[in-house]
């Protein structure tokens, strides 16, 4: 097998999937057909050789997964809007994405999420009084911060949208172990495997959250020994923010390295968490949840489809 690992996300009533040459999103259209849409995929890291380097790619990828992530999502929610004129009796328009409202939605996204996962734990923290342990300090807030994301992720459980979105997820894990155990990717293959993985962008987002309080704490150590004092509020959330390549970059590394070792007993007892926290972000997928998904990774990987799809090519 490549070193270049599969990955992909849920999307709406479907599934995106990233090999080492295409990206390809499959969707269930209101009447069970499947549209998948694939296009050609070269990471920067191959193209400009420094973005390769270790950690620093860690951080281009996030923001290469995060566009790919942003336009597979796009195009469902186009699927799933046609979809829905066509059960209510509406005339069926082919439709444009809008770029600039797209780049200004997820700018806004980026400022409310930084603010709210990064910002306010901070904020929180700082009102027990535990500005001088640098190390208390950010385990506190380190605390306070994966409490909210896992209470945020377990609300979107109790909407059906959203659950589905999970089973959506349960299949891409599914479809990948059946690839990484080198066995033909079909339905009953992958409906053997767990709908929990290591290499998981939930289990990322954990171990951003832990790593985070090493390197905010090292930070705010240094920081103090310079000035003499701990760093107030908006400094100190001025430096973490500045810190954020550096943490997203190590925390790639950290979870790729997880991938490789997994069988490792060391690595095992470490992504527990990891694991546990997909408990709440997967849920066991349909045999039709798994179709999408096998679909998806076999665009990806430009094999022979097993069933019949609707193949759209990239405008």
Known sequence: MSDFQVGGQAVIEGVMIRSETHVATAVRRADKTILVKTRPYVPLAKRVKVFSWPVLRGFVALFEM?????????????????????????EITETKSNTFLLILS?????????????????WITSLFGVQKDALL???????IRVTMFVTYAW?????????????????EHKTIWAYEKKEEVTV??????????????????????LFAILVFA?????????AGHPPQLFVRFGVHLALLPL??????????????TRDNRITKFMIKPGLWLQLITTKEPSADQLEVAVVAVRASLSLPQNVEVRELADA
């Open 155 to 171: 609300i979107l459980t109790l909407f059906k949208d959203f659950r589905r979105i999970f089973e959506y997820h349960g299949a």
């Open 218 to 226: 090292i930070a705010d150590t240094i920081y103090q020994l310079y």
């Open 247 to 260: 943490v997203s970059g190590g925390s790639y590394e950290l979870l790729k390295l997880s991938g490789r």
């Open 188 to 209: 009953e293959n992958a409906s053997k495997y767990t709908t929990l993985h290591p290499r998981c962008g939930t289990s990322f987002i954990l171990i951003v959250a």
């Open 66 to 90: 995060m566009g790919i992530g942003i336009s597979s999502l796009n195009f469902s929610a186009e699927t799933a809007g046609q979809d829905f004129d066509l059960q209510n009796g509406k």
């Open 106 to 122: 997820v700018v806004f996204a980026l400022g409310v999420g930084v603010a709210f996962f990064f910002f306010l734990p901070l």
């Open 137 to 143: 300090f950010n385990l506190v807030a380190g605390g």
